[in-house]
């Protein structure tokens, strides 16, 4: 049995307690869920006191599972005012695991306006005052702390848009060469971090070894049945050289890569932001590729991304990322997106609902698109808190509002991810349904839209399969597994095995697939009745109406799924 | 029967029909929420092409029945994204009814940004494109289209801040004077018309008669029954000798005025924005009170508020707006405040929702409660469109997102009028429960609560008069009477009597007391299933959490009255 630890910032005050058995083998996002579930009241202010921040590692993560290092953050969102798992790697997750926390819980909030820091180590935990790095950006902030505490700890932190209680507000988590690069990003877990003030906490592992399973034989089989699927996996493959940027060509080719703000499928000038590109210019200027930047990696889809001197700007620039300040904003220069994905990391704030507020704002003219200074300039005016970064930070659905503008891509007010839901059917139904909002990862439904299973611009079988994949990547991130293991695992056999057997082993039980599917169906139905409770109605589960309207170039196709059966997706 | 004149903004096309049977015997605010209800989709953009904006006057409005000058303004508003009914005075319901007209229905959207302004007189409807007046603010727009089209017109328009299409965006109407002074404020009607590009509607009524019942005997001794009961009511004399801020005192005496952004429920310097206060500066002054600004108004609650020299700065300085610019900001100074006044009616904006909006941001440390200038300032930003005028022009709810408040005092995301529900439960029912939002107008229970019938600081009764006046005030906004014809209808015999029979005159029906309130279930039915359609829930209609764990000063109470007894309101 792990332990939790509970901050009451009121008191200033962290203690430890033993799990409680209601929260027994439960992790990751399972553990995130249902703790909100239970103790938030769904209506309450997001940045109110009686919101809480969970962080929770996955069930494997401590381990020496390959690419087990995923760390979940849950909260009631200050974007979509719905529950929120917000996933993260680099290697915070896993030294949490190392030390037998199961989760941290942030609870009310402090009396004044000053700042804390949480100290985990094998001694205890330690709220410590740190109004001197007020105001700091994530990467001088993760300097500071490393050269105070050791290089090796791993450090959550937020920005200067988590101080500033903005929706987009990220929970920073350093990855393997210790930058402050990989994000809990969406729903806006760093702005109620903010709120509680607490700018960062320190994880130093040191002493600790492994978390061993209960079954350590059979859990090293499983381990070693997961790696060959992982390594025997085409799609990995082609992430470990190019990242998942790869997918920069392949969705564009499908016509569903979202162009100036939503308006078309299709970005002409597409080969100057490739995977491809990206490649060749990193390897020209000595950039990383096939980098691991999370603790038990073995995928390395990470990368360095440096400048024409071969100096550091960010790591690791995502598809997502090169979407969303990319083709979104008619931008066809990978320099001023690995600038913007800086900037986000430094100020912490989520790429992709940042990205997609600048296209709302491009689209009711306040630049033109295409303006890659300009976005920066934006970006910066975030990370300074000018009024125009306020609204901008608070997100697209904000943006719009303020902005008066109508084709606003969120629902739940979440931005869309890189998938126009027109030119992928699939998408368009995780982003309607899913209880958190518009994200992608919660029910990531490419392959089964253009690998040929189901036809990305009809409706057919995308309810059902969408369903499905919900619920098995609501039970992946309570594995602590990362989302490129769900192909591998459920795709072969072997890696399916291996995973049922980890899980067994580090608990100790039987664990079967319909143990699995039961998971992902619990943590779902958590998440849903919470969102209920918040007052959604089907009404949330639905896309704005301009993607049913506007048909999308190039393959001029809307959004056909119909409401009814939208709202089967929920009947499990 | 009469007709609609339907305006298609996308072929630049008004049409006359004759008023279907459907929407027979409907006026006022019953005609708007149903043909909103019937016609628009709930889930509609509110300011994409489904949404209408729909004008009618009461039923008795273009009669010679005293105070039936009202008009009320539906849509399906930006600020709630729910049902809107907004309701005003001045001259152009009046001169509406006597062309006839009852309803102007504005439809879909313009192909290009120009402006275009509706023409209606008894030769018909004309859009007429209006370029050259694009920003214009409403003093500057209604002299120049009074000039051009003739000083007795009545004329409804927008200001910058429908142009911009933000969400407190009112819709304009001149007063007697020719001043467009008066607004159907809440909601912002004045962002759906500015998305329809229609800057102004110019109503010139020369050659036609009132509007004559089909009883006419019967219907002027109704009138004559009404004009007794409204002369010969206590209150409504105070608002002849005072004006609205009567209530200043007497609110503020009763715990119940928020102050500082509803920190407080008592105003220390009261005095000096006191309606008597404000009696013995405009007589110094040469101001006036007493002043009529409606059409047949026999009550005469309006004044004109004059500076130290005598000139003009606005009409009428209403205890709304002496709250929201005054107490809620800390300010004791009536000449900013009706200077605030004058700057809303000039841009076209929520007197009530922007300052509230500033006094959340107030209270977020932009700008330090008292601070009577900085406040004006702001208002000019709005009025400009700067980033930081737009955050405050879209509302309190949106500001206190973009700032990271926790104590934002709205009910659908608008903001609560001049009554803390903590002094006065009864007003917090209706800013509950009603579909409006936190609309104080469309349930009264102020005399309620302080003259004895229910302790204002319990919850005892509460819901079960709340919902008698939400539905007897449903019912008036039918009528065209304004809403202090309520009191002296409701509490004199003779009064009811007489405006039931105007009715029936007005219809050459049997009007009873029974069809009154039918009316009323009926309009608040219909507004309740339209937000149920948009996607509210029982949750939607919850105070914000902190008043019930914050008790006001001076009397320390917390809002008491418990979710299911709330949930009790519809239950008729």
């Known amino acids: 049995m792990g332990k939790i630890v509970r901050v009451d910032m009121s008191e200033g005050k962290a203690r430890l307690e033993e799990t409680p058995k209601s929260y027994a083998n439960l992790a990751g996002r399972g553990l995130t869920s249902m703790i909100v579930g239970s103790e938030v009241p769904a209506r309450c202010h997001a940045l109110g006191r009686r919101n809480k921040l969970v962080i929770a590692p996955g069930a494997l993560t401590g381990t020496g599972a390959p690419n087990s290092g995923r760390l979940s953050i849950g909260c009631k969102s200050p974007l979509t005012e719905g529950i929120k798992e917000s996933n993260v790697g680099g290697t915070p997750g896993h030294q949490l695991g190392r030390l037998g926390i199961d989760a941290v819980v942030l609870e009310s909030l402090p009396q004044g306006d000053g700042l804390h820091l949480l100290h985990l180590s094998k001694?205890?935990?330690?709220?410590?005052?740190?109004?001197?790095?007020?105001?700091?950006?994530?990467?001088?902030l993760v300097k500071k702390l490393q050269d105070r505490f050791g290089s090796k700890t791993s450090i959550l932190s937020i920005g200067p848009v988590g101080e500033m209680k903005l929706s987009t507000a990220t929970v920073a988590a350093t990855d393997t060469s210790g930058f402050p690069c990989r994000h809990a990003a969406?729903?806006?877990?760093?702005?109620?971090m903010g709120s509680k003030g607490l700018k960062a906490v320190v994880i130093d592992d040191e002493g600790t070894a492994r978390v061993s399973a209960a079954d350590p034989e059979k859990f090293k089989t499983g381990a070693r049945r997961c790696t060959r699927a992982f390594k025997g996996n085409a799609f990995t493959q082609r992430l470990k050289d190019y990242g998942t940027s790869i997918l920069v060509k392949g969705i564009n080719s499908a016509g569903a890569f979202p162009t100036?703000?939503?308006?078309?499928?299709?970005?002409?000038?597409?080969?100057?932001?490739s995977g491809e590109h990206m490649k060749e210019l990193l390897a020209a200027r000595g950039g990383k590729q096939s980098h691991a930047g999370c603790s038990t990696c073995?995928?390395?889809?990470?990368?360095?991304?440096?400048?024409?001197?071969?100096?550091?700007?960010?790591?690791?620039?995502?598809?997502?990322?090169?979407?969303?300040?990319?083709?979104?904003l008619g931008v066809a220069d990978l320099d001023s997106i690995a600038w913007a994905d800086r900037l986000c990391d430094d100020y912490g704030m989520d790429t992709m609902e940042i990205g997609a507020?600048?296209?709302?704002?491009?689209?009711?003219?306040l630049k033109p698109f295409g303006d890659s200074q300009g976005a920066l300039e934006l970006l910066k005016e975030v990370g300074e808190g000018t009024p125009l970064g306020r609204i901008l930070g608070s997100g697209s659905w904000i943006t719009g509002k303020v902005f008066g503008a109508t084709r606003v891509p969120t629902v739940k007010r979440q931005a869309m991810a890189a998938y126009d839901p027109r030119g992928l059917h699939g998408m368009g139904v995780t982003y309607a349904t899913s209880p958190m909002g518009a994200d992608h990862t919660a029910g990531v439904m490419v392959h089964q839209n253009l690998d040929g299973e189901l036809d990305p611009h009809k409706p057919d079988g995308q309810v059902d399969t969408c369903r499905q994949v919900q619920i098995r990547l609501a039970a992946v991130d309570c594995t602590g597994l990362c989302l490129f293991a769900n192909r591998p695992i459920f795709l072969n056999p072997e890696g399916l095995q291996g995973?049922?057997?980890?899980?067994?082993a580090r608990y100790g039980v039987v664990y079967t697939l319909d143990d699995f599917f039961a998971l992902g169906r619990k943590v779902l139905r958590t998440e849903r009745e919470f969102n209920l409770a918040a007052g959604m109605t089907r009404a949330d589960?639905?896309?704005?109406?301009?993607?049913?309207?506007?048909?999308?170039?190039?393959?001029?196709?809307?959004?056909?799924?119909?409401d009814e059966d939208l709202d089967r997706l929920f009947e499990f």
Chains 1, 2 share one sequence.
């Open 123 to 140: 001694r205890g935990a330690e709220l410590i005052p740190c109004g001197e790095y007020k105001g700091l950006k994530n990467y001088e």
């Open 186 to 192: 969406r729903g806006g877990p760093g702005a109620v």
């Open 260 to 273: 100036r703000n939503f308006r078309e499928g299709y970005f002409k000038e597409v080969d100057r932001i």
């Open 298 to 328: 073995i995928i390395r889809c990470s990368n360095v991304y440096v400048d024409e001197q071969g100096s550091y700007i960010t790591s690791s620039l995502e598809y997502e990322t090169i979407w969303a300040h990319g083709a979104n």
């Open 357 to 365: 507020a600048i296209g709302v704002a491009m689209d009711a003219g």
């Open 499 to 504: 995973m049922l057997e980890m899980m067994g």
């Open 541 to 562: 589960d639905r896309l704005p109406e301009f993607f049913k309207e506007e048909k999308i170039p190039p393959h001029n196709v809307a959004f056909t799924v119909e």
